[in-house]
């Protein structure tokens, strides 16, 4: 392995040329910055790969279950498992989806859940991404590069080849589809992972859009080639976000939409991946109630643990984050991306008092949780091994059936006093390697 | 009471718009106090127009103009039958659906109360059709009728603090405040008797029924209504929402005028 150390600066740099880049706004100005690779890999054995797997298809599948009930019959409400605060005052409520039934029943598609692994060796899932979760790509590329830069590392460890994710990609888009062609929806090269777009599109044979590409008529979405023909498309992969959809039934403002396109879903003539108003089943809020949803609707008890999370929103858990409030972290349920997470201890006097003032006044709006000893993994930082904070996002694609990529998008924060991994926070990544035995 | 109604709405451009998609909320819906009987839509330049029913149950009517236009115009007339309600008791509108005492009870953007709602709903008491007359006495009071003091985009609570407003305002006030109380309530979408512009007032649920208040006029819904849609809020029910490229909008007219029919 000390050979594909040796090759970080190569990777790096074919990475810069290949423009595996993450974007971030920042003040308002658009920025591109790499998103810098480093060599050591995330291990993680067959056993406990298999482990892992059974537990991300089982909350996958629940998460779909609920999606599926709350945009239809509501029995988990009705039946008083989930507060219907937490659902239909959620700003990840779509009252549009209301009654649609998505094409094959899939609401998620693609599925990030975001694990961390304790200094015990357990894993604690962090978060569900259900809405566009990116960073497939990462790994895939990276992958490809250092097993061009340094075969020899991948001769001598049994490494499952994970370049298969396109693979799994297109499976999904081949179930769900309608009758038509697969396109991926950007919203243009100023997203922050334009790169991915792109990649993925090309790696699974599907058509790169943007909106103005796509029309709708009488229901059936269509796109219109160079040569100005015009094909029908059965699924949309898309990677803009639910609010600038259709600027019919969403963001009227949207210029990155297509017009008229919920009206094709809602008719079931297109499938759109993953399905829109998924933000109701990976609210902050929500996380809560998932190893109730697994039991709830699977009748199986939960494989993966949560974080132990509290509900301000409940009296008794109210008490507890105001009694422990120092050595908790709060997050406000509104906010991604790292934002709006902040460590009870790190606060100064005045600001806790008026994050407590709030919580007090909007309990509904705030989740707390311990903070998990995470297991460091080690970098490579000048030529020399550090230990940093990392999680993994495991990718879970729900198509016929549910399966998890071997492999995942391990992210790691630089700075080593920060817990938030967030590429968008500057963070970096790494491979992350199952065994095949 | 047999009514005719007819909308017409338009819209100037300061040039020529084209890929024109619209959707269109203004077609009146059947219910235990009115009858749709003739009804008849069009859109100029004319566009095939594909009709659909969105989540809250309501006809929309989606469409899109490709050629460059100058004006776009929408119809829609005809005839609709009311039960005469001669007392100023409410008229059960729709029986409810069972999941809308649990999907009608949550505040929206729109009508997410605040101090002055707050203490509106504060001197309500139970949660009976009087109740809901008492919410649209308070509300109605709470507000004076200015022309264009409000904009689409002012909330309940926005409008019941400056104390003016227009008919959605009143609507989505006496929503918040009927939520605020334990009554489920909805915001609605309608024409009344005379000429003007589209109105809006409010459903609320009690005991398994939907009845139509009028906070604007103080009254309940009546003959002389004709309920086109309902939602949670203005947004929910917008009568024309459109996106096209190359113009912007100079100019909008809308006319709606119901009549009674002579037999």
Redesign the interface.
């Known amino acids: 392995m000390d050979d594909l150390f040796k090759q970080t600066e190569t990777v790096n740099s074919l990475l810069a040329r290949y423009g595996v880049k993450f974007g971030i706004y920042k003040d308002g100005v658009f920025r591109e910055q790499l998103f810098p690779f480093d060599p050591i890999p995330r291990v993680i054995s067959k056993e406990e790969f298999s482990v892992l797997e059974k537990g991300l298809a089982q909350r996958v599948d629940a998460l779909n279950c609920f999606l599926a009930d709350i945009y239809g019959e509501k029995r988990i409400v009705k039946d008083g498992v989930v507060p219907e605060e937490f659902v239909f005052a959620s700003s990840g409520y779509l009252r549009q989806c209301e009654g649609i039934v998505p094409p094959e029943g899939v609401h998620s598609h693609i599925s990030g859940i975001d694990l961390v692994q304790a200094k015990d060796g357990s894993w604690y899932v962090l978060e569900d991404n259900l809405r566009v979760p990116s960073g497939a790509s990462y790994p895939l590329i990276a992958r490809d590069l250092t097993r061009m830069s340094s075969p020899d590392t991948f001769r001598h460890n049994a490494v499952v080849d994970n370049r298969d994710y396109a693979d799994l990609l297109k499976a999904v888009m081949d179930h769900v589809n309608t009758g038509g062609i697969n396109v991926v929806l950007t919203p243009g090269r100023y997203n922050a992972a334009y790169f991915e777009h792109s990649y993925l599109a090309e790696r699974t044979g599907s058509v790169l859009v943007t909106g103005q590409d796509l029309t709708v008529e009488d229901d059936v979405v269509y796109y219109t080639d160079y040569q100005g023909s015009k094909v029908k498309v059965g699924a949309v992969y898309r990677r803009i976000s639910d609010e600038y959809l259709d600027p019919l039934e969403f963001e009227e403002e949207s210029l990155i939409g297509v017009p008229h396109i919920m009206s094709a879903y809602r008719a079931g003539n297109v499938a759109l991946i993953n399905a829109p108003g998924n933000g109701i089943a990976d609210d902050k809020g929500i996380y809560y109630f998932v190893p109730k949803m697994i039991r709830y609707y699977l009748n199986e008890e939960p494989i993966l643990s949560n974080a132990p999370t509290y509900l301000p929103f409940y009296e008794e858990d109210r008490r507890y984050v105001l009694e422990n409030f120092d050595r908790l972290v709060i997050k406000d349920v509104a906010e991604a991306g790292g934002y709006g997470v902040v460590f009870g201890s790190k606060l100064f006097p005045e600001d806790k008092a008026s994050l407590i003032a709030l919580i007090e006044e909007e309990p509904r709006r705030f989740i707390a949780q311990e903070v998990i000893d995470f297991r460091d993994m080690d970098i490579l930082e000048d030529g020399e091994r550090v230990p940093r904070k990392a999680d993994l996002r495991a990718f879970v694609l729900t198509g016929g059936k549910t399966v998890v990529w071997k492999s995942g998008l391990t992210r790691f924060s630089r700075n080593p006093d920060s817990f938030i991994v967030n590429s968008s926070q500057g963070g970096g990544f790494k491979d992350t390697w199952v065994l095949s035995r | 009471m047999e009514l005719l109604f007819d909308y017409r709405m338009s819209i100037g451009f300061d040039g020529m718009a084209s890929r024109h998609?619209?959707?269109l909320r203004f077609v009146p819906m059947d219910t235990l106090r009115q009858r749709i009987g003739r009804c008849v839509w069009a859109v100029d330049p004319s566009a095939?127009l594909?009709s659909?029913v969105?989540?809250?149950g309501n006809t929309?009517l989606?469409g899109?103009v490709q050629r460059p236009h100058s004006r776009f115009s929408a119809c829609v007339s005809g005839e609709v039958s009311t039960v005469s309600a001669d007392s100023d008791s409410p008229v059960p509108e729709h029986s409810a659906d069972p999941?809308d005492a649990?999907?009608y009870r949550?505040?929206t953007p729109k009508t997410e109360p605040g101090p002055v709602i707050r203490f509106i709903a504060g001197g309500l008491d139970g949660r009976s059709v009087e109740t809901a007359m008492d919410a649209m006495h308070a509300v109605h009071d709470s507000i004076r009728y200015v022309k264009g003091s409000t904009s689409p985009q002012t909330t309940a609570e926005e409008a019941v603090s400056a104390g003016e407003g227009v008919c959605q305002d009143y609507a989505q006030a006496m929503a918040s405040v009927c939520i605020l109380a334990g009554l489920p309530a909805r915001y609605v979408v309608g024409y009344t008797v005379g000429e003007g512009e589209s109105h809006a007032w409010t459903e609320v649920l009690v005991d398994g029924m939907w009845y139509g208040f009028d906070p604007t006029a103080d009254r309940t819904v009546g003959s002389s209504h004709i309920k086109v849609s309902h939602?949670?809020d203005f947004d929910?029910c917008r009568i024309n929402?459109?996106?096209f490229v190359g113009a912007a909008i100079s100019g909008q007219t809308v006319n709606v005028t119901v009549t009674e029919a002579r037999p």
């Open positions: 998609a619209f959707t095939p594909s659909s969105d989540s809250e929309v989606s899109t999941l649990m999907m949550h505040f939602g949670r929910d929402r459109g996106v």
